[in-house]
């Protein structure tokens, strides 16, 4: 069984800084992507916010370009998620996301975990 423990969320001012983390239960052979999503109330489909490859190459929602940075840390199976300057519409549900194999037998497939709040206060 494999989990994915995100920490980090929490209450913050805007313009504040949070850290979230994401640590996996296993160590995964193959990581393809690692990625935080999240979802904002009333809204029913998760947004990307952002993607880090097993290269090393990152991706961002345009919103939170310039004060959000993705970090990996493949030793250890980890991705960080770096919040600065925190506005009220960043407020959401943060689900850590990785595409990969646990076993070179087993499939490629996403694994998510189960979501940490993130409420941004006026």
């Given amino acids: 069984q494999v989990e994915l423990q995100e920490s980090g969320g929490g209450l913050v001012q805007v313009g504040g800084s949070l850290r979230l983390s994401c640590t996996a239960s296993v160590s995964f052979t193959v990581i393809n992507n690692m ?5 904002s109330p009333g809204k029913q489909q998760r947004e990307l916010v952002a993607q880090i490859m097993a290269g090393g190459s990152t991706t961002y929602a345009d919103s939170v370009k310039g004060r959000f940075t993705i970090s990996g840390i493949g030793a250890k199976n980890a991705v ?7 506005k009220p ?34």
């Fill in 35 to 39: 990625a935080w999503y999240r979802q």
């Fill in 80 to 86: 960080l998620l770096q919040m600065n300057n925190l």
């Fill in 89 to 122: 519409e960043d407020a959401a549900v943060y689900y850590c996301n990785v595409l990969g194999r646990v076993t070179i037998d087993t499939p490629l497939r996403y694994y998510w975990g189960q979501g940490t709040q993130v409420t941004v206060s006026s």
